[in-house]
């Protein structure tokens, strides 16, 4: 299984760049930046939120942004952070250049929006696998959020071993700082960003909702389940991100699960680095070797990818995520959240042109013998959906196993402390539905941003119907961020799941567009999240490093 099922997979747009107009200033804390104009709307990109974590500061918490005087260039994306691109199911767009001094997120303000006009803020936050990705991905455009009255941003976070990583030399350096989650630390920091500085956009701090897809939405739940990021936002969209993947250790080795610091020591072996002055030594190797562009083969992204992913440090988290939930400690806020009906595939662009489909969990029947004695049971209850065809059957019950059980975990447990919607969606560009009879991993994010239209080599082909159901998803993300609940005049009523987390839903389709219904398949899901639940207990605390 690639680790979170390569969480985030974007599908390749092309929207356009930045517009030549004159400049527009902001202030930050850190000093002014000049933005331009793009489709009448302010931009402001490659704002740094953080000092670069270069040279003594990789593998630390993010420090302060650095001052600087003057007005800064604030008209073009800053690199992305460093990453391994070349997955051969990783079908994206280019990032463009990658640079380690990356810490940086962009703001899209809506027309004549005045500073301090406490506009409602969305922060955005990117998928990929926590080891690929880029908030200036050309498909997280901003535009249909600024002219719904929103101020729009998008952040950079360490990706890969330079965002997940720890060793026993690096723990021991500073052992009253949290360690290993440093990808989180830095969305936790643009947050922080955004808190003190967004007034100067006409952003009110005090009404921010995060939403991010795969690992975007996985850095969600984290960051409603840790104290650090408390208060930071008021609301949090959290889209296929609900992977029940237990979370790794920092020092405690477990069964088939190395601790983080098992998996860096082998990293530091493997690069001949050992013995007292292993920390400076890491430090010191060139972030080729550590973030490779062009890496040996499948066993070397294998290993990036059993490294990128949250881990229990005993500082941001002491428990799993999911344990958080399940104890009712997570943060307390308005939460919609959902998952897409093939989450076990994901969209291929063929070198033909044509669309097809690729798996990121295998779909074959043998898949099913990991529900044990339950699995005729449970095969019998999905048959009445798909007639008995095995092979719908099998990919959409895969597909629950991946994502939909512990999203209807999460949200079963939230909606008894907390406003919580449910959704699922099902809806394929029209002229894509003879390649799949469902919506892939990532499917719902060019409805969310409006951009069907620059889907390569399918955006032309897109019908009235697509557009109206993007700008309907659209509508109601907007309004969630705006008041805590999606609904509004002339979309159908989505209530929010009953404190038993059971109830209706909001299914997203071809052929109603949205429509209120029950759960699909619900004693079968609620069988899942029962079956999350048992390996979801209280996690043994780790070693404090």
């Known amino acids: 299984m690639l680790r979170y099922a390569l969480a985030g997979m974007a599908l390749a747009v092309s929207v356009g760049g930045p517009a030549a107009a004159a400049p527009v200033v902001a202030s930050t804390g850190s000093g002014q930046v000049a ?49 391994t691109p070349d997955s051969p199911v990783m079908m994206v767009g280019p990032v463009g250049a990658s640079s380690e001094d990356c810490l940086t997120l962009n703001v899209w303000m809506p027309a004549n929006a005045a500073a301090n006009a406490r506009l409602p803020v969305m922060v955005w936050i990117h998928g990929g696998g926590f080891f690929t990705g880029s908030g200036s991905e050309r498909q997280f455009d901003g535009a249909p959020y600024v002219a719904r009255g929103v101020v729009f941003v998008t ?77 930071l936002f ?37 690069q001949g680095i ?48 999911f344990t958080t939930f399940a104890g009712h400690g997570q943060a307390r806020i308005p939460l919609l959240i959902g998952n897409n009906s093939l989450e076990a595939l994901v969209w291929l662009f063929r070198p033909d042109g044509k669309m097809g489909t690729v798996p990121i ?29 095995m092979a719908k059957l099998v990919p959409a019950l895969v597909s629950d196993l991946l994502v939909g059980a512990g999203t209807r975990f999460i949200a079963g447990y939230a909606a008894g402390d907390q406003p919580t919607y449910l959704y699922r969606f099902e809806a394929v560009p029209t002229p894509l539905r003879d390649v799949t009879a469902g919506a892939p991993h990532g499917a719902e994010i060019p409805y969310v941003f409006g951009v069907l239209y620059s889907l390569r080599n399918v955006g032309p082909r897109t019908t009235d119907a697509d557009r109206a159901l993007s700008a309907t998803v659209i509508d109601y993300w907007t309004s969630f961020a705006k008041t805590g609940n999606p609904n509004g005049r002339e979309r159908p009523n989505w209530p929010a799941l009953s ?10 389709s071809d052929t109603d567009a949205a429509v209120t219904g ?14 999350v639940q048992q390996f979801v207990k209280p996690a043994e605390k780790p070693r404090v490093p």
């Open 234 to 270: 008021q609301k949090a969209i959290v889209e296929s991100g609900a992977f029940p993947n237990p979370m790794r250790d920092i020092a405690a080795d477990r069964p088939n699960q190395p601790s983080a610091e098992t998996l860096g020591k082998a990293f530091a072996e493997a």
């Open 499 to 508: 404190a038993d987390g059971d109830g209706l839903m909001l299914r997203f």
């Open 361 to 389: 969990l295998p779909v074959d029947p043998a898949m099913l013998d990991k529900l044990g004695p339950d699995k005729d049971r449970i095969v019998a209850a999905y048959s009445p959906r798909f007639g008995g065809d």
């Open 35 to 83: 933005g331009t104009i793009d489709r009448g709307a302010p931009v402001f990109r490659g704002i740094p939120y953080a000092a670069p974590p270069v040279g003594p500061l990789r593998w630390r918490p993010p420090q302060p942004a650095l001052a600087w005087s003057g007005v800064r260039d604030a008209t073009r994306f800053a690199p992305a952070c460093p990453q």
């Open 518 to 531: 029950a759960i699909p398949n619900a004693a079968y899901t609620l069988f899942l999240r029962n079956l």
């Open 155 to 231: 952040i950079n976070y360490r990706l890969g071993r330079l965002g997940f990583f720890a060793h026993p030399a690096l723990d021991a350096e500073h052992p009253d700082e949290p360690h290993g989650n440093y990808g989180l630390m830095d969305q936790i920091a643009a947050l922080n960003w955004v808190k003190t500085n967004i007034a100067g956009f006409g952003g009110d701090p005090g009404n921010v909702t995060v939403f991010g897809e795969s690992a975007g939405g996985i850095s969600i739940l984290a960051s409603m389940a840790t104290p650090m990021a408390q208060g």
């Open 274 to 321: 050992g013995g007292p002055d292993a920390a400076a030594a890491l430090r010191a190797l060139p972030v080729e070797k550590i973030a490779p562009s062009k890496p040996a083969g499948m066993d070397e992204i294998g290993k990036i990818q059993v490294t990128s992913a949250p881990m229990i440090d005993g500082k941001m988290f002491t428990e799993d995520i």
